[in-house]
């Protein structure tokens, strides 16, 4: 059962940003049709299914502190479960989706439940490091392609029939699901179990003496957050129809941690955000040099230093208010 | 004889060459207010943890009403009535006072497995939440985010998160450390409606205080225990005196 | 033939093994007593690579080269802990990776516009060339076996200047307990940068060593830095004892591991079934062995913290 929002004279200026986010996003595709639809459609996609992944990293990071550095890992998962299904001839999407969650959801559970046991910069390491083993398992499927990755023979079919095909009609699928997903997360993450994971980001020694065994909560969340990002990856798949290892190096991790950040931790829909300003900023700098990198490096190192908040923060300061 | 309620048979801890505990043993009949008293650095704050599971013990046991609880983890033992309170103020500063002791009643009512719904407006929850405010007289704060909230106001927050969790054995570690006279008159106030509703474990510094509120009081030196009495024996202790109220200059 | 085979395996991954240790000594001792999260250490690795090549090509002799990419490398790492790391210790770990990891992104661009994308390589100097006989059927390459001798020098040195000296105590100290030897009138931050400016000599020095053997290439500190991690998690942050014998551990497993992982499970299996699942697994090895030892020590083998 989904929670529905309040409605009442002040939930349109409470909810400003979030609505407007998702208005704009439903009017993409009216937008494309005036030219470039194919460009615009597929890089606003990429954003979206994106934002699924970072939404699902700000669970965990934004409301419990958790710093996984391994979050990618869930992105070629949910990918490599579309890839290897769709070779042995199993496409469609009925099959394919809840293996991907699965396999996701597994080893989330067995990792996190590792990691979980150490804090701080122990738990930073460890996630990265079983991300990095979840890349090199990729690498060495030499049936799948290996390092090169492997194309896809199309996109998932739902009833045998080929209802993603179409750029548009995938457009609002992937956008159902961010809505989905987003409105799961926040009844998440007010729920009695989000406030359990909220409590354990302020005070974790205060929580576990009032009575809450928090690996048990934090396993639960981190499990959440991988299933939920391993849908992104069974998208991603999809969108590209192909998969590689790429979808999981470090440094995709480290990517979608600056799309949380960028968006600011903890709003949820600051991760749509993010993840629309990173691509956005990635594709605009690109565009202006190969070594887009030398600048976004210090761009980033410059918000830690000087913009906490992230890139709403900012915004919220210069503007003097704004929401919330 | 009924088994008493919280009792502490030999406990021992060492860091490296320095014993914190030594061979500490300690009975508490159901519904006494105990208090230890002893020097800085005497150990008491690691006994806290020892009793209420943060640090594990070198040897020794812990009972609770009878039963052992020493392989317990400290969430374990909260959920069977062995709650406690912490020297340096230990909330959540981010969320309001009422959803401070509502989460602790959460961690007793029902699954907190529950996604969906929204936590803070439970009832079932923020009743027994507002019931447990204005037990500490804080029931005109409750909307207050935690970490706005007064020194004083924190540690009386404190001890309604604990009384939440529905302690049947309730440990206080320095309750008034850091407060003004007028907050510890409010704190003292408080402690002395909960005796006798609950064993009550204090540890504190204020020798006022304790030698008021207490009925037995024990003195822990260098980690060991080398009193235990009612206040007025053990204030007359010669070994006591030497050993501790001289060196405090009472 | 294969007792030949895995003496010079196993001679990989000791050389291997001291890489790793010369990288992660200092990056345990930084996480050990600031409590920091530094992603940009395996740059330093690059940066020694990088600095190495331009040094010899400049000078036309790797000694010489190497003698200025030490200075050079710690110039680099002093530099940075004075624009950047030394405003991140009071921040939290998040802020520590975002930094560090922006870090990580200019630098494996930089060397690029500086030095071109394209691999450089740095001839083995004369004296070092050429292989060795061990013993019968066993030939080794002379540069190796000295990139092993001198990494096992520097454990051995490290070793002494931890445990014995003043400074080294401090920094052990420090790891276990960081307040406690600020109270003790040190000046944390003086002691950091004396750890960090050495930590990024040392993985600068491991960078130089490989030159003439690796490519020098962009990014390429960063896959080694993730098995550094392992090691630091394995050996137990802060201690340098700990990470040398994980370094060594985590080398010999990863090299042993990949050439008789498959071997092993032919003997079990059938062989393409073998051969499928060694080169799927051989990879992962050191991770599932990092997970096993977690299992059983969550703060790893050696502890510097109690």
Same mark, same amino acid.
């Given at each position: ?42 890089? %606003? ?19 419990? +502190? ?28 009925? %099959? ?72 548009? +009609? ?61 849908? +992104? ?41 993010? +993840? ?27 918000? %830690? ?20 | ?11 021992? /801890? ?139 106001? /924190? ?96 | ?65 190497? @003698?200025?990419?030490?200075? =050079? ?55 070092? =060339?050429? =292989? ?78 490989? @030159? ?62 073998? =051969? ?31």
């Amino acid at each position: 059962m989904m929670m529905p929002p309040e409605s009442g004279p002040g939930f349109l200026k409470r909810e400003a940003v979030p609505v407007l986010v998702f208005v704009l996003l439903a009017l993409v595709p009216v937008a494309a049709t005036f030219g470039a639809e194919s460009y615009l459609l597929s890089l %606003v996609t990429r954003v979206m299914i994106f934002a699924i992944a970072a939404l699902s990293l700000d669970l965990i990071l934004g409301y419990g +502190a958790l710093v996984s550095f391994g979050h990618a890992a869930f992105l070629g998962l949910g990918g490599y479960a579309v890839g290897i299904l769709s070779a042995h001839g199993q496409t469609d999407a009925l %099959v394919q989706l809840p293996l991907a969650l699965a396999v996701s959801a597994l080893f989330a559970l067995i990792t996190g439940a590792l990691s979980l046991r150490t804090k701080g910069v122990y738990f930073i390491m460890i996630t990265l490091a079983f991300g990095q083993m979840a890349f090199f398992l990729a690498v060495s499927l030499a049936a799948y392609g290996g390092d090169d990755g492997m194309t896809l023979p199309g996109r998932s079919r739902l009833f045998g029939l080929d209802l993603i095909k179409n750029d548009r +009609a995938f457009y609002f699928a992937v956008l159902a699901l961010l809505l989905a997903s987003y409105l799961l997360c926040r009844s998440i993450v007010v729920s009695r179990f989000g406030r359990v994971i909220r409590g354990a980001r302020e005070n974790p020694q205060r929580m576990a003496a009032i009575g809450f065994p928090l690996f048990r909560y934090q396993l639960a969340g981190y499990v959440i957050a991988g299933t939920l990002c391993g849908l +992104a990856g069974f998208l991603l798949a999809n969108q590209a129809e192909f998969v590689s290892p790429a979808y999981m190096t470090w440094q995709r991790s480290g990517e979608l941690i600056v799309m949380v950040v960028l968006g600011g931790l903890g709003t949820l829909h600051g991760a749509i955000i993010g +993840a629309a300003a990173f691509l956005l900023l990635e594709e605009w700098l690109s565009g202006f040099t190969e070594h887009w990198k030398m600048i976004f490096g210090p761009f980033l190192v410059l918000v %830690v230093l000087f913009a906490r908040g992230g890139l709403m923060g900012a915004i919220r300061r210069i503007g003097g208010g704004g929401h919330g | 004889m009924a088994e008493p309620a919280l009792e502490l048979r030999d406990l021992n /801890k060492a860091y490296g060459a320095l014993t914190v505990t030594d061979h500490v043993s300690l009975a508490l009949p159901d519904g006494e207010f105990h208090a230890i008293i002893g020097p800085n650095g005497a150990g008491k704050t690691t006994l806290i943890h020892q009793i209420s599971g943060l640090v594990p013990s070198d040897s020794g046991s812990v009972w609770l009403g009878g039963r052992d609880v020493t392989g317990l983890s400290l969430p374990e033992r909260v959920h069977r009535g062995l709650v406690r309170s912490f020297q340096i103020t230990s909330i959540l500063p981010g969320f309001s006072a009422l959803e401070n002791v509502a989460l602790a009643v959460q961690a007793h009512e029902g699954s907190s497995f529950r996604f969906f719904g929204r936590a803070r407006e439970e009832a079932r929850l923020n009743a027994p939440a507002m019931q447990a405010l204005e037990e500490v007289g804080l029931g005109n704060r409750a909307s207050v985010r935690a970490g706005l909230l007064s020194h004083g106001e /924190k540690r009386q927050l404190e001890i309604a998160i604990a009384l939440a969790a529905r302690p049947r054995v309730l440990l206080l570690d320095e309750p008034l450390a850091g407060t003004g006279p007028e907050e510890s008159a409010v704190l003292i106030a408080l402690m002395q409606r909960l005796r006798g509703r609950m064993t009550i474990l204090l540890i504190e510094h204020d020798m006022e205080a304790v030698f008021a509120l207490a009925e037995r009081v024990s003195v822990l030196v260098y980690g060991r225990i080398i009193a235990s009495g009612p206040p007025a024996a053990v204030r007359d202790d010669p070994e006591v005196r030497t050993a501790y109220l001289g060196e405090e200059g009472g | 033939m294969s007792m030949t085979l895995l003496y010079v395996q196993t001679l990989n991954g000791l050389q291997l093994g001291v890489l790793l240790f010369l990288i992660a000594a200092g990056l345990t001792l930084v996480f050990g007593v600031m409590d920091f999260i530094n992603l940009a250490h395996g740059v330093q690795y690059m940066i020694g690579a990088y600095l190495a090549a331009m040094f010899t090509a400049m000078t036309g002799n790797f000694f010489l080269g190497l @003698a200025l990419a030490l200075p =050079s490398a710690l110039a680099f790492g002093l530099l940075l802990e004075f624009l950047i790391f030394r405003h991140l210790y009071d921040r939290d770990h998040l802020d520590q990776v975002l930094a560090t990891f922006g870090i990580i992104l200019f630098l494996n661009q930089a060397v690029k516009v500086v030095w071109g994308a394209a691999p450089l390589s740095v001839p083995i100097p004369d004296a070092l =060339s050429g =292989s060795i006989r061990l013993m019968d059927g066993l030939l080794y390459p002379v540069y190796r076996l000295a990139i092993i001798g001198s990494g096992l020098a520097i454990a051995v040195l490290l070793g002494i200047l931890v445990s014995r000296t003043r400074i080294g105590m401090l920094v052990r100290a420090g790891a276990s307990n960081a307040p406690m030897v600020s109270a003790l009138g040190v000046d944390i931050g003086k002691l950091f940068m004396v750890v960090f400016g050495f930590g990024a000599m040392l993985a600068g020095f491991a960078g130089a060593m490989v @030159a003439p053997i690796l490519s020098v290439e962009p990014g390429m500190g960063d896959n080694l830095l993730i098995l550094t991690f392992v090691v630091i998690v394995i050996g137990g942050i802060g201690s340098v004892r700990g990470a040398f014998i994980a370094a060594i551990l985590v080398g010999l497993v990863d090299t042993l591991g990949r050439v008789f992982g498959p071997m092993l499970l032919r003997a079990l299996m059938d062989p393409s079934a073998a =051969s499928q699942a060694g080169r799927a697994l051989a990879p992962m090895l050191t991770y599932i062995l990092m997970a096993a030892i977690l299992f059983f020590r969550p703060a790893g083998l050696f502890p510097a913290k109690k």
